[in-house]
T-cell receptor, first 117, second 113 residues
Framework: NAGVMQNPRHLVRRRGQEARLRCSPMKGHSHVYWYRQLPEEGLKFMVY????????ESGMPKERFSAEFPKEGPSILRIQQVVRGDSAAYFC???????????????FGPGTRLTVL | SQKIEQNSEALNIQEGKTATLTCNYT??????LQWYRQDPGRGPVFLLLIRENEKEKRKERLKVTFDTTLKQSLFHITASQPADSATYLC????????????FGAGTRLAVHP
């Protein structure tokens, strides 16, 4: 069973371009979380999605950022008109449905390191 | 606002000793507290989870304590090895059906032979 896959692993964009980050959850997992990690900081929650639904996007910047998890295919985190401050490592995690007493372990991907020039 | 603090300075210990890492939090009542390991250039790897009604949890050479009065967790690695060198992250979450994690910045552990 392959782990969580993210691609690309490294992405370089110029200011004003768009960045698309992809996340394929583990087989059988229907919950996806996106986190952002700035240098020397902890991971910060961005958004939680289930198939075709955004459940919690309280950590997403109001503008330029969007996420989706279609019925078929990977989850996509999209950043429009990137700025230097968007440079960070973006991690995706997946978890299975169900779980007991509300807890589901999250399995993290290797991350995408975005550099904005 | 919710805040999680971990030792910001790296912890250097000798192989075979016990490493103890601290996680303190404020303005939060977590249902679950978790510890993750993160190696450079990689995603976090889950190690242990402890619930709010548990005081202590063990897994092989790892031990976690959880004091909800002090709002603190201690993470111990006994008989440490150079392979244990990594950054260790503390994460909190509440109950309620899904698991939005709030992470500390992590403590870097270096185990020297």
């Amino acid at each position: 069973n392959a782990g969580v896959m993210q691609n690309p692993r490294h992405l370089v964009r110029r200011r004003g371009q768009e960045a698309r980050l992809r996340c394929s959850p583990m087989k059988g997992h229907s919950h996806v979380y996106w986190y952002r990690q700035l240098p020397e900081e902890g991971l910060k929650f961005m958004v939680y999605l289930q198939k075709e639904n955004i459940i919690d996007e309280s950590g997403m910047p109001k503008e330029r950022f969007s996420a989706e998890f279609p019925k078929e295919g990977p989850s996509i985190l999209r950043i429009q008109q990137v700025v230097r401050g968007d440079s960070a490592a973006y991690f995706c995690a997946s978890s299975p449905p169900g779980g007991f007493k509300g807890y589901n372990e999250q399995f993290f991907g290797p991350g995408t390191r975005l550099t904005v020039l | 606002s919710q805040k999680i603090e971990q030792n910001s300075e790296a912890l250097n210990i000798q192989e075979g000793k016990t490493a103890t890492l601290t996680c303190n939090y404020t303005n939060y009542s977590p249902a679950y507290l978790q510890w993750y390991r993160q190696d450079p250039g990689r995603g976090p790897v889950f190690l242990l989870l402890i619930r709010e009604n548990e005081k202590e949890k063990r897994k092989e050479r790892l031990k976690v304590t959880f004091d909800t009065t002090l709002k603190q967790s201690l993470f111990h690695i006994t008989a440490s090895q150079p392979a244990d060198s990594a950054t260790y992250l503390c994460a909190l979450s509440s109950s309620g059906g899904y698991n939005k994690l709030i992470f500390g910045a992590g403590t870097r552990l270096a185990v020297h032979p």
